[in-house]
């Protein structure tokens, strides 16, 4: 690609951009001394800090000014959607109206430990939304979410992220880590704020931003200077001829590759289909035979593009290591960290991390067992044995009556001790329930033994929960159990938990002088004030315990995590290969650091903001390699003015190419046929080509054409998370999606695409209701979830369909160019093309190509593949009369049997072999014993065994079948087994029941199951040969 006529030399460049800020744009502080964690006053400031936009016209003026305009950027695109959502609450009060932000009511437990940091155990008391509980695997209320929390005054904020979220949809417990110095109150109920704007990426990116200078910054000739003169790698002493076969290259694809062998600074543009993976692949694999500069990093934006990207280099070399989430792809799984270290066998770094690791998981166990101690007591379902809670010396004989386990439960239910036959039954029976001596499980106790009483008065059959309280109850008359459930179930656990959670402690000094001498002349609720006096302090001892337990934690895990870490640089170094996410790499920055990759390739290097490709790279870096495509998706950006007029979004690999830096181009598509590829060329790539093979496609089974624009004017409406929907599109698509199922596809081979995520969730919830049992297998995404994979067969929604023609995300036209690339055989849209192009040029271009391709209409054909008749449908009860994926006529074929199909048109197995086969009987006589008895079977099946008798007595005194000789000739052979004989026969079981067997049965060594008394013995009876009737 040709560069830009001219441009300034960078010196003289920085200078001019220099002249044209003011004076207070020039004084920019240093990154180093901000902060990272966003504080109260920019979440409510009134409007948006002093920041600069990204220069993509031209050079920075100086490093300096990149870092502090890349810092801020990606902090105000993380705070500015929080802000603005906070002021409209406080202006508001809307909560339904937030895009980005949730409510949730919390208390916390305990305080907790994440390795160095400082954490609080957090509990959800209000109801999760159902829509966060169906996504089980959403990025919300994930390890790395910001949450904010405040009691009464919003403005009194305290921020915090998630540190582990695993239980959160179970049990609703999380831990989150604050500030060192903050501290949190156990009686207080908060409101917890969760912003669903990932921070871990922002927050590991930043912290790399923050600790760069010119020592480490990497490639600042290219990246800040803009330097258009690319050098050769350092390490390459001459220009490359590479050692690979160029045949297997498109002129194109040669170019670009032997561009990145002797570039340091490489771009390589791939649009759909024209196999950047592939060539990425070949470049790396050529870097490793030709050159000894290892280790070589991997990056990716997605952990699906690094494992596919990995497993193609296994071929070639297995010093290959993966670093960051656990891989899904079985291959690369083993490539993992956590494997390979498992797989070393180094007894020194064995021993020692064990050793460090003990004392660390003896630690956290610690600090895991108190913590659950304290998490039981929170929950105001137990009580704690007063034997072992702080009681003051000063107190009498009687209270020590209160440590017997019997009688301190006694006086938490009771108003009087010893109240007669069916208070101690009550006792005696909660005793053996109650397994646990210390913590009393009372709530659940009574309620189980409520139960149990029940289930005893109406002889209800059921494993008991404790067998000596089911027998117990078994010895009393009907007449006592009735008397015993009305005594227990006027014991009222929901006002015994209202004493635990709503009655304030009470101090032994406001005791009555008889209450002090006799506990039990106190009343009920001033019991439980007393019990909860005592239950204070040994929680207060308890949360000592827990201090002790966290400083020990800290401490085994800084010596953990120093023995440890340069375990990972030691593994780096041992390898050829390494891979990571971007995030990972800026996480892991310090070991990057250390062990110095001097080569670095990055794919989906357009999809990635720029200062999270800046993160993976070191200073040491000699050899770059960016591979992507601008014209796709821009990176993610949170802010939409930050993204646009400030214009973050904007990648290194965009910026690069709009100034003139040398990019290669692949320009041949294997992915699209011809009929799908031509929406995009030559309207966004001009100068790509199809390749043969995309021409030899087969048509899609059971539609007329392979592409195809439903036009319709079914209006859209909002869906509940600040999206669009269009319920009629779903329906349809789901029919559509059931049809082409019907027709032979398997699930995978379908992929339904909406551009927005509130459709996604309407297509996720009416799927569930499909009858067809592949429905639930296809996968639903979004397009921005979509770029960089395909399938055979794409469904795409666009949702759009208003009375103001507005089209929103629809006319981007590097989403547009993802939507329409991703099918290989058949591409169908619905939409309204009317809306679509009075509002863009590019959808304008489109339609003049749908159009002179007969690719758009208010129907779509659809074409029976028995009688190639053509059905037109616009609705889902179109499909109504296609229930088999065919057509409305008999299928009528003639099978091989020389029978036709009696059955509906159907798509499906059109050859009859598998599903639609002959079910008519066999005219078939195969017995050359007895010709002229007919085959039973159906006519598509083997003919069965003749099952004719033969005039010879059996052992068992049963006649012998035909099928239990053998046959010389034409004549009755010789009887191939006396002792397998299949009439069926009574037999007597040793408890006098009767069952039916086959004859045949080795009698002595069989259990049979009795049904009649099986309810009663729980168990099988054996018989033998004598019991034979």
């Known amino acids: 690609m040709a560069g830009r006529p001219a441009i300034l030399p960078s010196l003289l460049a920085r200078q001019l951009a220099d002249l044209s800020l003011s004076d207070d744009e020039t004084e920019l502080p240093l990154v180093k001394d901000e902060v990272i964690y966003p504080t109260t006053a920019e979440i409510f400031a009134e409007k948006r800090p002093k920041i600069l936009p990204n220069i993509v016209d031209g050079p920075y003026p100086s490093l300096e000014k990149y870092l502090k305009i890349q810092y801020d950027l990606l902090r105000e695109d993380f705070i500015g959607p929080l802000r603005s959502d906070l002021t409209n609450f406080e202006k508001y009060g809307n909560k339904n109206a937030l895009q980005n932000i949730k409510f949730h009511k919390v208390v916390f437990l305990r305080k907790g430990a994440k390795h160095e940091k400082s954490c609080y155990y957090a509990h959800i008391v209000s109801q999760l939304d159902q829509n966060l509980r169906a996504t089980g695997g959403s990025k919300r209320l994930i390890p790395g979410s910001f949450v ?21 949809f179970k049990y609703k417990r999380f831990l989150v880590s604050l500030h060192p110095d903050t501290v949190m109150d156990f009686d207080r109920t908060y409101t917890m704020i969760e912003y669903t704007v990932f921070f871990e990426p922002y ?41 690979s076969d160029l ?52 990056v990716t934006y997605k952990n699906h593009a690094l494992d596919q990207f990995l497993e193609g280099l296994l071929d ?66 137990v009580v704690i044995q007063i034997s072992i809670l702080p009681l003051p010396v000063s107190l009498g004989a009687n209270w020590n009556q209160l440590k017997n386990y019997t009688t301190n439960i006694e006086w938490l239910l009771f108003k009087t001790k010893d109240g007669g036959d069916l208070q101690r039954e009550t006792l005696s029976l909660i005793h053996p329930i109650m397994k646990n001596k210390t913590i009393l ?40 159990l009735e008397k015993l459930k009305t005594f227990v179930d006027n014991i009222d656990t929901g006002k015994l938990k209202g004493y635990m959670s709503t009655l304030p402690p009470l101090h032994i000094n406001q005791l009555t002088a008889d209450e002090y001498e006799d506990p039990f002349k106190m009343p009920l609720p001033k019991r439980w004030q007393i019990y909860k006096t005592f239950l204070k302090g040994h929680v207060d001892k308890l949360h000592v ?106 990648s290194l690999f965009e910026r690069m190419v709009a100034n003139g830096v040398e990019c290669h181009t692949l320009d041949v598509q294997h992915r699209m046929r011809p009929e799908i590829s031509s929406l995009i060329v030559p309207y966004i790539y001009p100068t790509l080509k199809d390749h043969e093979s995309v021409k030899k496609y087969p048509d899609v089974r059971g539609v007329a054409g392979n592409m195809f624009f439903l036009h319709h004017e079914q209006p859209e409406s909002n869906s509940g998370e600040c999206s669009k929907e269009n319920k009629h599109e779903a329906d349809f698509l789901l029919k559509f999606a059931e049809y082409l199922l019907q027709n032979g596809y398997k699930p995978e081979e379908i992929t339904i695409l909406s551009a927005y995520l509130g459709q996604v969730t309407t297509l996720h919830r009416k799927r569930r209701s499909c009858s067809h049992p592949g429905m639930q297998q296809i996968p639903i995404k979004s397009v921005d979830d979509y770029q960089g994979e395909e399938n055979k067969i794409i469904l795409l929604s666009l949702v759009r369909n208003n009375e103001e023609s507005k089209i929103g995300f629809l006319s981007n036209e590097k989403r547009v160019c993802v939507a329409l690339s991703r099918a290989r055989e058949g591409l169908y849209i619905m939409g309204n093309i009317k809306h679509l192009t009075s509002r863009s040029r590019l959808w304008k271009d489109i339609e003049h190509t749908l159009i002179s391709q007969n690719d758009v209409g208010p129907k779509i054909s659809l074409k029976c593949q028995l ?50 086969f002959c079910r008519e009987k066999c005219e078939r006589y195969p017995c050359r014993a007895h010709p002229k008895v007919r085959c039973t079977s159906l006519c598509s099946m083997e003919c069965a065994r003749c099952e004719a008798s033969i005039d010879h007595k059996l052992t068992c005194g049963h006649l012998a079948k035909c099928y239990m000789f053998t046959l010389d000739e034409d004549r009755i052979g010789s009887l191939k087994d006396d002792s397998h004989c299949e009439e069926v026969v009574d037999m007597k079981l040793n408890c006098n029941h009767n069952t039916i067997l086959k004859c045949y049965l080795k009698f002595d060594s069989l259990e049979k199951k009795c049904h009649e008394c099986t309810n009663k013995t729980k168990k099988h009876v054996r018989f033998t040969k004598n019991t034979r009737l």
Do not use: W
């Not at 005054?153 to 992220?161: A, F, H, M, T």
């Not at 064995?350 to 101690?373: F, M, P, V, W």
């Open 247 to 298: 045949s297997t290259f498109n002129k194109s694809q040669s170019d670009a590759f032997l561009n990145a062998l002797n570039k340091e600074f490489v771009l390589i543009q791939g649009p759909p289909g024209t196999g950047k993976t592939f060539l990425g692949l070949e470049i790396v694999k050529n870097l490793l035979k030709t050159t000894s500069e290892y280790p070589l990093l991997v």
């Open 867 to 916: 009688h190639n008749r053509i059905t037109h449908v616009d609705s889902c009860k179109d499909f109504g009369h296609l229930e088999q994926g065919g057509c409305r006529r008999k299928c009528m074929k003639e099978l091989d049997c020389g029978h036709v199909c009696p059955q509906q048109c159907h798509g499906r197995d059109i050859g009859h072999i598998a599903e639609y």
């Open 441 to 480: 499980l009372f709530m659940s106790t009574i309620r189980t033994l409520q139960r149990e009483i029940n289930d005893a008065i109406n002889d209800v059959e059921v494993n008991p929960t404790s067998i000596r309280t089911r027998t117990k109850l078994g010895e009393f008359s009907d007449e006592k």
């Open 148 to 168: 904010l929390f405040y009691y009464e005054n919003l403005r009194d904020v305290v921020c915090g992220k998630i540190e582990d979220s695993e239980n959160i």
């Open 545 to 650: 315990k827990i201090d002790s337990a966290i400083a020990d934690y800290k401490k085994a895990y800084m010596r953990f995590d120093s023995v440890s870490s340069p375990d990972n640089i030691r593994l780096m170094k041992k390898m050829k290969v390494i891979g990571m996410t971007t995030t990972c790499a800026a996480r892991m920055r310090d070991s990057l650091e250390s062990v110095k990759f001097p080569i670095v390739v990055i794919e989906e290097a357009a999809e990635v903001l720029e200062s999270h490709v800046i993160s993976a790279v070191t200073k040491d870096c000699k050899h770059l390699i960016l591979i992507g495509d601008h014209k796709q998706l821009r990176p993610a950006v949170a802010d939409f003015e930050v993204e646009t007029k400030y214009r973050l979004g904007v």
């Open 203 to 243: 927050h590991c990116a930043l912290k790399v931003l923050k600790g760069m200078s010119r020592d480490t910054f990497p490639m600042e000739r290219y990246v800040v200077e803009l330097n258009l003169s690319v050098n050769r790698p350092s390490y390459r002493k001459r220009i490359s001829t590479s050692t």
């Open 316 to 381: 070639d070399t297995k010093d290959i290591i993966r670093f960051g989430a656990q891989s899904k792809n079985p291959k690369v799984s083993k490539l993992t960290a956590k494997h390979q270290r498992n797989e070393q066998n180094d007894e020194f770094r064995n021993r020692t991390i064990d050793s460090c690791y003990g004392k660390y998981a003896d630690a956290e166990t610690r600090l895991k067992q108190i913590g659950s101690h304290l998490e039981i007591i929170n929950t105001g379902e």
